[in-house]
């Protein structure tokens, strides 16, 4: 499975004459974490330039907007795609009177109400509405651009005159870019696939299939958490994915996730069950040597407000893109990390969860998504690059503000750690308005590939199974448990004799019974 995610080459954004987005970039010295996916500036002739859903338009002077921050944002507000994380570093830095002396003189304006409201949005601090506030309600966000909450799940809000369409709440609001490629893998039809294995190998089998995929996406949800010699676990996380999946009407509350936490981990956590209440970081730490960290999680004081942005984004999202759901559902909730432990196999257990809840699957299809991120050094490496999109910006926005201390505190829910967090602030917008775009092309293409490889193959080795039972009962009379031994004995042995099945069954030894079900399993297993 190869990836293509979303960078614009270092150069891409240069510009000498710069408008918009990099014009304020230019003006504030606010520079963005996250990638900025539409650029502007003025030149001899209007252009545009596209490069793997990067998009940079040059206009000419007519174009060119007054040297005002409120210009520019208008000018960002109605050409270019709307940059979450940069509004909520640029408000947070710039005088309140900009935006309230902008709607103070366009009280009817449509850009200067959308732009009042995101104001308040990101900010959480009120202006003044002024007394001729006017105009017909407007959509905050441009929903041919970024992905929105559904038509009919947008709020309206009284006071600016504009239909909230944000998917997500204000501590949760991912951005998510409607780039051809981000559409392509949006449009995945899952069913589509799913359907095609049952019409090739039939309903029963494809659910004996399931059977045996939950299993196997179990100890690989396990091998990516390096616990792979823990059986019991493994099984239990099985039964908990058949058990669970698509059912909880609330899978974000406190209360759910502290079962569904007990349930993957049994009595066995040192801390108590459910939303964390002390800092967390992942990452590496070993005697005598520099802790490495590779991503620190929201602070745990913001975890329940951004869980309910979650929850929102579920709610206000529904009917559209189930792999676009799905992907904004479990990688929010990995970055989140709202619980001590048991994160990762909760993450990797929504990608199915969200699935069936829209319908996309039935009960008992399990899509084993984790068997296919430890399928190869590829493919780990990919899984990987694709959480680096977010930690390695968040993490280059807390360089300077984290350290871990010579003393250890111990928290209210059991953890002790000597993690130190200074000044998260800078950090914040990228945790708060993350950009999916590219988790969304990931899980596209992995769940293609998983479809199309593992089912596939699953589906296929059940149906070769079935066969090499039923051709060695044409020579024996024998139990399926035995008919079971001579096969596993077969594929072990690489298709040669094995001594010690002979002394187990020794009605093999008989004539050449042995050797005409070898020939018979060769041609059925090639």
């Given at each position: 499975?190869?990836?293509?995610?979303?960078?614009?080459?270092d150069?891409?954004?240069?510009?000498?004459?710069?408008?918009?987005?990099?014009?304020?970039?230019?003006?504030?010295?606010?520079?963005?974490?996250?990638?900025?996916?539409?650029?502007?500036?003025?030149?001899?002739?209007?252009q545009?330039?596209?490069?793997?859903?990067?998009?940079?338009?040059?206009?000419?002077?007519?174009?060119?907007?007054?040297?005002?921050?409120?210009?520019?944002?208008?000018?960002?507000?109605?050409?270019?795609?709307?940059?979450?994380?940069?509004?909520?570093?640029?408000?947070?830095?710039?005088?309140?009177?900009?935006?309230q002396?902008?709607?103070?003189?366009?009280?009817?304006?449509?850009?200067?109400?959308r732009?009042?409201?995101?104001?308040e949005?990101?900010?959480?601090?009120?202006?003044?509405?002024?007394?001729?506030?006017?105009?017909?309600?407007?959509?905050?966000?441009?929903?041919?651009?970024?992905?929105?909450?559904?038509?009919?799940r947008?709020?309206k809000?009284?006071?600016?005159r504009?239909?909230?369409?944000?998917?997500?709440?204000?501590?949760?609001?991912?951005?998510?870019?409607?780039?051809?490629?981000?559409?392509?893998?949006?449009?995945?039809?899952?069913?589509?696939?799913i359907?095609?294995?049952?019409?090739?190998?039939?309903?029963?089998?494809?659910?004996?299939?399931?059977?045996?995929?939950?299993l196997?996406?179990?100890?690989?949800s396990?091998?990516?958490?390096?616990?792979?010699?823990?059986?019991?676990?493994?099984?239990?996380?099985?039964?908990?994915?058949?058990?669970?999946i698509?059912?909880?009407?609330?899978p974000?509350?406190?209360?759910?996730l502290?079962?569904?936490?007990?349930?993957?981990?049994?009595?066995?956590?040192?801390?108590?069950?459910?939303?964390?209440?002390?800092?967390?970081?992942?990452?590496?730490?070993?005697?005598?040597?520099?802790?490495?960290?590779?991503?620190?999680?929201?602070?745990?004081?913001?975890?329940?407000?951004?869980?309910?942005?979650?929850?929102?984004?579920?709610?206000?999202?529904?009917?559209?893109?189930?792999?676009?759901?799905?992907?904004?559902?479990?990688f929010?909730?990995?970055?989140?990390?709202?619980?001590?432990?048991?994160?990762?196999?909760?993450?990797?257990?929504?990608?199915?969860?969200?699935?069936?809840?829209?319908?996309?699957?039935?009960d008992?299809?399990?899509?084993?998504?984790?068997?296919?991120?430890?399928?190869?050094?590829?493919?780990?490496?990919?899984?990987?690059?694709?959480?680096?999109?977010?930690?390695?910006?968040?993490?280059?926005?807390?360089?300077?503000?984290?350290?871990?201390?010579?003393?250890?505190?111990k928290?209210?829910?059991?953890?002790?750690?000597?993690?130190?967090?200074?000044n998260?602030?800078?950090?914040?917008?990228?945790?708060?308005?993350?950009?999916?775009?590219a988790?969304v092309?990931?899980l596209?293409?992995?769940?293609?590939?998983v479809?199309?490889?593992?089912?596939?193959?699953?589906?296929?080795?059940?149906?070769?199974?079935?066969?090499?039972?039923?051709a060695?009962?044409?020579?024996?009379?024998?139990?399926n448990?035995?008919?079971?031994?001579?096969?596993?004995?077969?594929?072990?042995?690489?298709?040669?004799?094995?001594?010690?099945?002979?002394?187990?069954?020794?009605?093999?030894?008989?004539?050449?019974?042995?050797?005409?079900?070898?020939?018979v399993?060769?041609?059925?297993?090639?």
């Amino acid at each position: 499975m190869t990836l293509k995610l979303y960078y614009a080459s270092d150069d891409f954004h240069k510009t000498d004459d710069p408008i918009g987005i990099l014009w304020m970039i230019k003006k504030t010295k606010i520079t963005p974490a996250l990638p900025i996916y539409s650029s502007s500036c003025i030149s001899t002739r209007r252009q545009q330039i596209i490069q793997d859903g990067f998009e940079h338009k040059i206009y000419p002077e007519q174009n060119r907007p007054e040297p005002t921050i409120s210009a520019h944002l208008q000018f960002h507000l109605r050409h270019e795609i709307i940059h979450f994380e940069f509004l909520a570093r640029l408000f947070r830095n710039i005088d309140g009177h900009v935006i309230q002396d902008w709607i103070d003189s366009e009280p009817t304006g449509q850009y200067a109400r959308r732009c009042a409201f995101l104001y308040e949005f990101f900010t959480d601090k009120l202006l003044t509405v002024p007394p001729s506030i006017g105009g017909n309600y407007v959509d905050v966000l441009d929903s041919t651009k970024l992905v929105t909450t559904s038509k009919e799940r947008s709020e309206k809000d009284k006071r600016w005159r504009v239909n909230n369409n944000i998917a997500g709440n204000k501590y949760f609001a991912p951005m998510l870019v409607k780039t051809d490629l981000f559409q392509s893998a949006s449009n995945l039809d899952i069913s589509h696939m799913i359907h095609q294995l049952t019409d090739e190998f039939g309903e029963e089998l494809l659910t004996r299939a399931s059977v045996w995929i939950t299993l196997g996406e179990s100890k690989a949800s396990f091998a990516i958490e390096g616990e792979t010699s823990q059986v019991k676990r493994i099984e239990r996380f099985a039964d908990f994915m058949a058990r669970n999946i698509g059912k909880s009407e609330t899978p974000f509350s406190p209360e759910t996730l502290a079962d569904y936490q007990q349930a993957l981990l049994g009595d066995s956590l040192l801390t108590h069950f459910g939303v964390r209440k002390s800092p967390v970081f992942i990452g590496e730490s070993r005697m005598g040597y520099k802790q490495i960290v590779h991503y620190i999680a929201p602070p745990y004081r913001q975890v329940g407000n951004m869980l309910n942005g979650l929850n929102a984004f579920m709610h206000s999202t529904q009917g559209q893109s189930s792999i676009m759901r799905s992907a904004v559902i479990a990688f929010g909730l990995v970055y989140i990390h709202p619980l001590a432990d048991g994160n990762g196999r909760l993450h990797r257990f929504l990608f199915n969860d969200i699935l069936r809840r829209d319908g996309i699957t039935t009960d008992p299809i399990i899509i084993p998504i984790s068997k296919a991120i430890i399928d190869n050094s590829s493919s780990k490496k990919e899984y990987s690059e694709i959480l680096e999109t977010i930690s390695n910006p968040l993490m280059q926005s807390l360089k300077a503000s984290y350290y871990f201390s010579s003393d250890r505190t111990k928290y209210e829910d059991g953890v002790s750690s000597n993690l130190v967090i200074e000044n998260s602030e800078e950090a914040d917008p990228v945790w708060r308005f993350m950009d999916l775009t590219a988790h969304v092309h990931y899980l596209s293409k992995l769940v293609e590939h998983v479809i199309q490889h593992h089912m596939y193959s699953e589906s296929t080795y059940l149906q070769q199974h079935d066969k090499a039972r039923e051709a060695i009962k044409e020579f024996i009379e024998m139990p399926n448990d035995y008919a079971d031994r001579i096969i596993r004995s077969f594929q072990k042995n690489k298709g040669q004799k094995s001594n010690k099945l002979v002394k187990e069954i020794p009605k093999l030894a008989e004539g050449d019974f042995y050797d005409r079900i070898l020939e018979v399993l060769r041609g059925i297993f090639n």
